[in-house]
């Protein structure tokens, strides 16, 4: 069965950090590309970013939004994926969920940004 | 930046055939992608590659594609499948991967 689950939401002030994590399981993650997809409250589905395969070079690519400020990365050793986020606004504050490929997603994890 | 355009809403009486279109400049080269989701829970895959469907998902939900509009397809919708439906595809470079806006089905 597959898994994902996401963690490390929070409370963080405008201009904080933030770093989630997705925990991947009942499928083969390293071969697997990850992303990230957000919604604000209320909101649609948007896009954050993705990460290839080592096979394809890991490299990655984000929403103009977030571009500069989020870093997407993963460990396959773990079957880690990560999201780094910084300088954060109170825009990106919604439900952050890991999408594999494009079938299996995470519950999500609520990030606010407020002071 | 690329977009996929879906109607706001869609609003159909039990039994009746439900559709549902995005779209979007590079769909006649790229794949849609189509996904339900309830209040409060996670999205879930109905339909893949256009028109293919995950084990699990009844046989009434169908999807297609033709030229620059992808239509996601609910023949004989239940009450069970008030939803917002999203599509999901990619750039024409196949770099930046985007949502449509969202169509809420109402089933009543």
């Known amino acids: 069965e597959v898994q994902l689950v996401e963690s490390g939401g929070g409370l963080v002030k405008p201009g904080g950090s933030l770093r989630l994590s997705c925990a991947a399981s009942?499928?083969?993650?390293?071969?697997?590309?990850m992303n990230w997809v957000r919604q604000a409250p209320g909101r649609g589905l948007e896009w954050v970013g993705h990460?290839?395969?080592?096979?394809?070079?890991?490299?990655?690519d984000y929403a103009a939004p977030v571009k500069g400020r989020f870093t997407i990365s993963r460990d396959d050793s773990k079957n880690m994926l990560y999201l780094q986020m910084n300088s954060l606004k109170s825009e990106d504050t919604a439900v952050y969920y890991c999408?594999?490929?494009?079938?299996?997603w995470g519950q999500g994890t609520l990030v606010t940004v407020s002071s | 930046s690329y977009e996929l355009t879906q109607p706001p809403s869609v609003s159909v009486s039990p039994g009746q055939t439900a559709r549902i279109s995005c779209s979007g400049d590079?769909?006649?080269?790229?794949?849609a992608y189509w996904y339900q989701q309830k209040s409060g829970q996670a999205p879930v895959l109905v339909i893949y590659?256009?028109?293919k469907r995950p084990s699990g998902i009844p046989e009434r939900f169908s999807g297609s594609s033709s030229g620059t509009m992808a239509t996601l397809t609910i023949s004989g919708a239940q009450v069970e499948d008030e939803a917002d439906y999203y599509c999901?595809?990619?750039?024409?470079?196949?770099?930046?991967?985007?949502f449509g806006g969202g169509t809420k089905l109402t089933v009543l």
């Open positions: 999408l594999s490929s494009f079938d299996f």
């Open positions: 009942g499928f083969t993650f390293s071969n697997t590309y």
């Open positions: 990460i290839k395969s080592k096979a394809d070079g890991e490299t990655t």
């Open positions: 590079a769909l006649p080269k790229r794949y």
């Open positions: 590659e256009d028109n």
């Open positions: 999901y595809s990619t750039d024409s470079s196949d770099d930046q991967r985007v």
